[in-house]
């Protein structure tokens, strides 16, 4: 049997005949955006994708494009229907027909879009990470601190260009009530791909040095509702709800609320509503100081009452009082002093009679004692005389040891010996280096002294 062969071309437009066909009609087709590249023209080329939900590995491709004219009109609806830019990274509910074409393959023509299918995906993926946060425990942990009242000492993170960072720092800085706030700007890019990891560095900065500040500002300014995405992050809400100092949120938006809103200790809608809330917990604390003196001083005022009604109720009852004591203590003076009396007698008796006793002891205790010292006494004496006797005898000794050891160690005994004795000036040389060329000196030997110059 003969192989019957077509070429490509014929392949390809069998096929072509074929699926259109088959699929006459639209379809609505949910898919990943991969790649989204619009050209000079106008015209949008897409690349859809679709994963497992499991591995999260790609298991369906495909080709798209959005004409110009269509592009033109569902861009912007989108965009404005979502707050998302219409890009790729999101997932899509669009209105699409299947065309091929012998050179180009398979291509998937969009003619409508559902925004509606978007967003329920971004709230998908907040409530996805809101239910995780939850499920750890740690989403309300960040809003059960308490901020230092009132707080001052802020850790701003934010762009330095931003906007929203000078209407923040000039609506502090120009309170109409002059409260001082400490503010330091630790910079982090507010959006894009960076803002995650921006922000996190910007907080772990901040923790090395938590005990300076009361609390963190996090704030950016204006910007499409599209670049809000980057603030609904699981890994920036954990360090959030898990840091140790309150975090207050202002990045610029009243219609959507990102997931680091939800877990901040304070939301607020802009950067300048930050600073608002800041000023009001100072004025707060200031009302409550000025209601605290008023009532600190209606407390005074009813105490120094209460104590002036005293002391007159005092004033007239001291005369009374007076009197009453005068009286009470005459009598126990009265009563001390014949007590007094009657000690005295009882103690004069007792010494009288311990003195006739002693008077009465005294002459026998004497005449008993009397023979007992006289033999004390003697044999002190005996003592006495012996220690006089040793010690003379002793010191006799002790001088005639130190009259020999002068004689011999005398001068004379020295020359006699055949030893000099060389004077300068009437003292003793002792060293050849006191003696200097021209000096007299005198020599003395045991027979007689000379007298000579050293040369």
């Given amino acids: 049997m003969a192989i019957q062969d077509i070429s490509l071309h ?12 088959g699929f006459p009609e639209r379809y ?123 707080p001052q000492r802020i850790a701003v993170i934010s762009s330095k260009t931003a906007a929203g960072y000078g209407d923040f720092t000039n609506q502090l800085k120009n309170n109409p009530n002059g409260y001082a706030f400490y503010t330091v700007l630790f910079q982090a890019t507010m959006q894009g791909s960076q803002t995650e990891a921006s922000i996190i560095s910007a907080l772990e900065k901040i923790y090395e040095q938590a005990d300076n500040f009361d609390g963190v500002v996090i704030i950016r300014g204006g910007g499409a509702t599209s670049e809000l995405n980057c603030f609904d992050s699981y890994l920036l809400a954990q360090h959030i709800t898990q840091f140790p100092l309150p975090v207050l949120t202002g990045i610029g938006h009243d219609r959507d609320e990102t997931v680091i809103d939800k877990v901040a200790n304070i939301r607020v809608k802009t950067p300048t509503a930050a600073a608002e809330w800041l000023i009001s917990q100072s004025k707060k604390a200031d009302e409550q100081r000025i209601s605290l003196r008023n009532s600190i ?14 002391l007159t109720s005092f004033g007239r009852e001291i005369p009374r009082l007076l009197e009453q004591r005068i009286q009470k203590e005459k009598k126990l003076i009265q009563k001390i002093q014949q007590s007094t009396v009657q000690e005295s007698r009882q ?37 006495l005389r012996q220690a006089i006797y040793y010690r003379i005898k002793t010191e006799k000794q002790h001088l005639d040891i130190i009259g020999k050891t002068i004689t011999l160690t005398s001068p004379e005994q020295i020359l006699k010996k055949g030893y000099s004795l060389t004077l300068k000036g009437g003292k003793v040389v002792h060293s050849i280096q006191e003696l200097q060329s021209g000096d007299k000196i005198i020599t003395l030997l045991k027979d007689g002294e000379k007298e000579s110059k050293v040369i």
Avoid at 297 to 310: A, F, H, S, T, W
Wanted: net charge negative.
């Fill in 10 to 21: 014929e392949l390809n437009s069998l096929i072509r005949e074929i699926l259109n066909d």
């Fill in 28 to 150: 609505w087709v949910s898919a990943e955006i991969s790649e989204a590249r619009e050209n000079y023209s106008g015209h949008c080329y897409l690349e859809f994708t679709e994963k497992d939900n499991l591995s999260g590995q790609i298991i369906a491709k495909a080709r798209g494009v959005i004409w110009a004219s269509t592009f033109l009109i569902l861009k912007p609806y989108f965009e404005e229907q979502t707050g998302e830019q219409f890009r790729a990274g999101i997932k899509v509910l669009v209105q699409v027909s299947i065309d091929f074409h012998e050179l180009y393959g398979l291509t998937l023509t969009v003619h409508d879009i559902d925004p509606t299918y978007t967003l329920g995906d971004i709230a998908r993926h907040r409530a996805e990470i809101l239910r995780q946060l939850t499920e750890e425990g740690v989403i309300d942990m960040n809003k059960e601190l308490a901020w230092n009242y009132p």
């Fill in 347 to 383: 103690q004069l008796y007792n010494e009288k009679i311990r003195i006739n006793n002693f008077t009465a002891l005294l002459p026998r205790a004497a005449e008993k004692a009397l023979p007992q010292e006289q033999s004390k006494l003697a044999q002190f004496e005996s003592l």
């Fill in 297 to 310: 001083n209606l407390l005074l005022r009813q105490r120094l009452q209460e104590e002036v009604q005293q």
